[in-house]
């Protein structure tokens, strides 16, 4: 009997607190260590914390995936989304360093895709580049590899593939293919000319109107083009 009370006695102190607040299994002493925070994890900056470097080159890196840039294109985008113009100016002078960023090189592929896809003269094609911030020498230098006669054969091109479709009198139609011209930068003098040699290689009708077009016929149209200055299509 004596055997048994020291027993359930013992079992009695294995369960009971001591003291000084230690248990004797120690299941609660492990139950504290699991729920104690991780000071590690409360450490951790937040997302708007992070360095304004890693975010501007964050920001040209998106930009650039989805076409070649300027930089003054890129300066834009950073400013909007709150970039000091000092961390800016830092991360674009080494975009240039390493030329991920060539003002030079975009305006020459600017110029050969524009005109080659949209059909672009000169003149509309400057207005693109001066909205995209590139330099008036560069914005020259790249111009200058479209010569007159390469922009007068892709003015004579355009003309041919409305003409197909054109409907109405010769005037009519006239005047509606040099409005288009005009709209994508060619000058009266070339887009007068083209739209007049298709005329006189469509048919008889055509061919007796496009005869009758004379320097008046160019000064009244280049008065109506400066007023539609042209637009990028």
């Known amino acids: 009997m004596v055997g048994r009370r020291g027993a359930r006695t013992g079992r009695g102190w294995d369960a009971a607190p001591s003291r000084t607040g230690n248990f004797g299994t120690g299941n609660a002493r492990r139950r504290v ?11 951790t900056p937040p997302e708007s914390a992070r360095d304004e470097g890693e975010q501007a080159r964050e920001i040209c890196l998106r930009q650039l995936a989805v076409r070649p840039r300027t930089r003054a294109e890129l300066a834009a985008a950073l400013a909007r989304k709150g970039i000091s113009e000092e961390v800016a100016a830092e991360v674009l002078d080494r975009y240039d360093e390493v030329g991920i960023i060539d003002d ?44 007159p006669e390469t922009e007068a054969q892709t003015a004579r091109a355009l003309v041919d593939r409305k003409l197909r479709t054109a409907r109405g009198e010769p005037q009519a139609v006239f005047r509606r293919l040099v409005a288009m011209l005009a709209r994508k930068g060619y000058p009266p003098g070339v887009a007068i000319t083209a739209v007049k040699e ?36």
């Open 33 to 43: 260590g699991r729920t104690a925070p991780d000071t590690d994890d409360q450490e």
């Open 198 to 233: 298709a005329l006189a290689a469509r048919d008889a009708e055509a061919a007796e109107f496009a005869e009758q077009i004379d320097a008046d016929a160019l000064a009244a149209v280049e008065s109506e083009m400066d007023l539609d200055r042209p637009t990028a299509h």
């Open 104 to 147: 030079a090189a975009f305006a020459r592929a600017w110029v050969s895709s524009r005109h080659t896809g949209r059909g672009l003269a000169r003149r509309a094609l400057a207005n693109e580049l001066r909205q995209r911030g590139v330099d008036g020498e560069i914005a020259t230098e790249a111009l200058g590899e479209l010569d």
